[in-house]
């Protein structure tokens, strides 16, 4: 039970000794404004109409790859 709580201390102490200042947001609105409108989250995936079949029933599905 000791081994246990004191490497949760060990590993704690580590983790806060690893905590870089340099990971903070920018204090600029423009620069996290331009940051939003020149990054997208969205990633356009080319999408088709294909005829899909399986067990011997066939239909038409959207097929994205």
């Known amino acids: 039970m000791r081994t ?5 201390f060990v590993a704690m102490a580590i983790g806060l ?3 870089s200042e340099s ?3 920018p204090a600029n609105g423009n620069v ?3 940051a939003a409108q020149t990054t997208s989250p969205v990633t356009k995936v080319p999408c088709a109409m ?3 079949c399986s067990r011997g029933v066939c239909t038409t599905r959207r097929v994205c790859r």
Not at 4 to 8: E, G, R, S, Y
């Open 50 to 52: 294909r005829r899909v």
């Open 4 to 8: 246990i709580v004191l490497a949760a």
């Open 32 to 34: 996290i404004g331009a």
């Open 23 to 25: 990971i903070g947001a």
């Open 17 to 19: 000794i690893g905590i």
